[in-house]
């Protein structure tokens, strides 16, 4: 924010270019600055080994939130400008970008504005990009009027989603930033913050602007207002975010950017001078890409483990990784360890991509990923034994029948409702039986949906009788069908 009357003015003057910035006033390595959350004080690291800033509050997060560098990070200080970041936000998302917006007498008042006047009329998309780019209040304040019905109401939405976002050390007074008493945030609340406005598109658009036009009204002329964000274009990788400044916030600069694609928010509070903020963002910024980079850490080819299967004691499902990952890794974080967590059984069917646990992926305390794991095949059948089959050439003759070993294709199901199960047995076969010959199927359904389908094969073989035999069989066979007693074997089935 700046201090004169009008943004105009100031932004007509901006020419500062990056080899003229200072170095930051009073940089320095604090030895309560954190490195990975923990102190430098303790010795984790050597104490050169920090990014030498002079902000007096700041943070550097991954873009999962992890805080990579940290000085006070939960110090509430006045936010200024940032502010606008939450106005921005809710006012997205409300989603009436092409709603027209009359600014009131009271928005074309307020302090450090960029000149709106009472009763112009201006769409909900380009006072956006007024408060984000030129960090226009009468901008902001007509947006607050025009989402919230008024501009008490709108605070309440935003304290409301700062509730949501769990921003424990953060209270707003008004949508633009200007001092007010217990209007005042922390560098950790203000990267959750810009982190979760990044997530909208539109967002995104109007903070990578470099410039913003405000046409002429009345004595007003045309105008080119600059972005007060003057890393944008200049560091590489930038992205936005938002700048602020008041008397009691100092400079502060909320910045993201990404590289190889790491993305990091930084967050600088109070410094000195105007320059001293951009020079210690860049600072903060090259310090990141120099020590968090893109490791894969989990690939669909990899297997993790095994699933044990119901009711079998000698096959098991092999698991993988569900999809291959990459995360950002903190080269200062410590180890990267695995915890693999599986489903102690599974029951058959199984198909391929079923998910049969997880694994967390932890730095140190900090938790990196928790993945899905998935059977990295099929599995409808672990050659189990289902039933008998009698063999009609014998009097009491069975052949062991077992679910076929071989591939079978399983249809994606749902794994959390019940599966049925059903074994049909041919009602007998003749001699010779061959290992592996047909005897029926296994069928898996759920609902109407046929899951699998696994044949169901002779154990073993079973040679037909001889000539002597047959003629005792028949013998016998004849007498049990005048005494009323069995001619063959009786038919076992599995349960279902």
Same mark, same amino acid.
């Given at each position: 924010?700046? $201090?004169?009357?009008?943004?105009?003015?100031?932004?007509?003057?901006?020419?500062?270019?990056?080899?003229?910035?200072?170095?930051?006033?009073?940089?320095?390595?604090?030895?309560?600055?954190?490195?990975?959350?923990? #102190? *430098?004080?303790?010795?984790?690291?050597?104490?050169?080994?920090?990014?030498?800033?002079?902000?007096?509050?700041?943070?550097?997060?991954?873009?999962?939130?992890?805080?990579?560098?940290?000085?006070?990070?939960?110090?509430? $200080?006045?936010?200024?400008?940032?502010?606008?970041?939450?106005?921005? !936000?809710?006012?997205?998302?409300?989603?009436?970008?092409?709603?027209?917006?009359?600014?009131?007498?009271?928005?074309?008042?307020?302090?450090?504005?960029?000149? !709106?006047?009472?009763?112009?009329?201006?769409?909900?998309?380009?006072?956006?990009?007024?408060?984000?780019?030129?960090?226009?209040?009468?901008?902001?304040?007509?947006?607050?009027?025009?989402?919230? =019905?008024?501009?008490?109401?709108?605070?309440?939405?935003?304290?409301?989603?700062? +509730?949501?976002?769990? !921003?424990?050390?953060?209270?707003?007074?008004?949508?633009?930033?200007?001092?007010?008493?217990?209007?005042?945030?922390?560098?950790?609340?203000?990267? *959750?913050?810009?982190?979760?406005?990044?997530?909208?598109?539109?967002?995104?658009?109007?903070?990578?602007?470099?410039?913003?036009?405000?046409?002429?009204?009345?004595?007003?002329?045309?105008? %080119?207002?600059?972005?007060?964000?003057?890393?944008?274009?200049?560091?590489?990788?930038?992205?936005?975010?938002?700048?602020?400044?008041?008397?009691?916030?100092?400079?502060?600069?909320?910045?993201?950017?990404?590289? +190889?694609?790491? *993305?990091?928010?930084?967050?600088?509070? =109070?410094?000195?001078?105007?320059?001293?903020?951009?020079?210690?963002?860049?600072?903060?910024?090259?310090?990141?890409?120099?020590?968090?980079?893109?490791?894969?850490?989990?690939? %669909?080819?990899?297997?993790?483990?095994?699933?044990?299967? #119901?009711?079998?004691?000698?096959?098991?499902?092999?698991?993988?990784?569900?999809?291959?990952?990459?995360?950002?890794?903190?080269?200062?974080?410590?180890? *990267?360890?695995?915890?693999?967590?599986?489903?102690?059984?599974?029951?058959?069917?199984?198909?391929?991509?079923?998910? !049969?646990?997880?694994?967390?992926?932890?730095?140190?305390?900090?938790?990196?990923?928790?993945?899905?794991?998935?059977?990295?095949?099929?599995?409808?059948?672990?050659?189990?034994?289902?039933?008998?089959?009698?063999?009609?050439?014998?009097?009491?003759?069975?052949?062991?029948?077992?679910?076929?070993?071989?591939?079978?294709?399983?249809?994606?199901?749902?794994?959390?409702?019940?599966?049925?199960? %059903?074994?049909?047995? +041919?009602?007998?076969?003749?001699?010779?039986?061959?290992?592996?010959?047909?005897? =029926?199927?296994?069928?898996?359904?759920? =609902?109407?949906?046929?899951?699998?389908?696994?044949?169901?094969?002779?154990?073993?073989?079973?040679?037909?009788?001889?000539?002597?035999?047959?003629?005792?069989?028949?013998?016998? $066979?004849?007498?049990?069908?005048?005494?009323?007693?069995?001619?063959?074997?009786?038919?076992?089935?599995?349960?279902?």
């Amino acid at each position: 924010m700046r $201090r004169s009357r009008h943004i105009l003015a100031a932004s007509l003057v901006l020419a500062l270019t990056v080899a003229s910035w200072p170095a930051s006033a009073g940089a320095a390595r604090l030895p309560g600055d954190r490195i990975g959350g923990v #102190a *430098v004080s303790e010795g984790a690291h050597p104490t050169t080994i920090a990014p030498d800033v002079g902000a007096a509050a700041g943070v550097l997060v991954t873009s999962d939130g992890r805080e990579v560098w940290g000085r006070k990070p939960l110090d509430r $200080r006045a936010m200024a400008s940032i502010t606008k970041v939450m106005t921005a !936000l809710i006012v997205l998302e409300q989603g009436r970008l092409d709603e027209t917006v009359t600014v009131s007498a009271a928005a074309s008042k307020v302090p450090y504005a960029v000149g !709106l006047q009472a009763g112009e009329q201006v769409s909900v998309r380009t006072l956006l990009e007024l408060a984000l780019v030129a960090s226009s209040n009468d901008a902001a304040l007509a947006l607050a009027e025009h989402a919230g =019905g008024s501009v008490p109401a709108f605070v309440e939405l935003m304290n409301a989603r700062a +509730d949501r976002l769990g !921003l424990t050390g953060t209270t707003f007074a008004n949508p633009h930033g200007l001092d007010a008493a217990g209007h005042k945030s922390t560098a950790a609340d203000l990267a *959750v913050l810009a982190r979760a406005a990044m997530a909208d598109a539109e967002f995104r658009r109007i903070v990578a602007l470099r410039s913003v036009p405000l046409p002429a009204r009345g004595s007003r002329g045309a105008a %080119t207002l600059k972005s007060t964000d003057e890393l944008l274009g200049r560091y590489e990788g930038l992205l936005g975010v938002k700048t602020g400044f008041t008397d009691d916030a100092k400079y502060s600069f909320v910045a993201c950017a990404e590289r +190889d694609g790491v *993305v990091l928010t930084a967050v600088v509070l =109070g410094t000195a001078t105007e320059g001293a903020r951009f020079a210690d963002t860049r600072r903060l910024l090259d310090w990141g890409f120099e020590h968090v980079s893109l490791e894969r850490v989990a690939t %669909t080819t990899e297997t993790v483990g095994s699933c044990a299967i #119901a009711g079998c004691a000698t096959r098991a499902v092999p698991v993988r990784f569900a999809e291959t990952t990459a995360v950002p890794v903190f080269d200062l974080g410590g180890e *990267v360890t695995r915890t693999v967590a599986l489903d102690s059984q599974v029951g058959l069917p199984v198909f391929e991509g079923q998910r !049969l646990g997880s694994v967390k992926l932890r730095q140190g305390e900090d938790l990196l990923a928790e993945l899905p794991v998935v059977a990295a095949e099929d599995v409808a059948s672990v050659a189990e034994t289902v039933g008998a089959v009698p063999v009609t050439d014998y009097l009491d003759l069975t052949v062991t029948a077992r679910a076929s070993d071989e591939p079978v294709d399983v249809a994606e199901f749902d794994d959390s409702a019940p599966v049925e199960r %059903t074994v049909s047995l +041919d009602p007998g076969v003749q001699a010779p039986v061959r290992a592996g010959s047909p005897l =029926g199927e296994v069928r898996y359904t759920q =609902g109407s949906k046929v899951i699998a389908t696994v044949p169901v094969v002779a154990a073993s073989d079973v040679a037909a009788p001889g000539a002597i035999e047959r003629v005792g069989i028949w013998f016998t $066979r004849t007498w049990r069908k005048i005494t009323g007693g069995p001619t063959v074997a009786t038919v076992r089935m599995a349960a279902n």
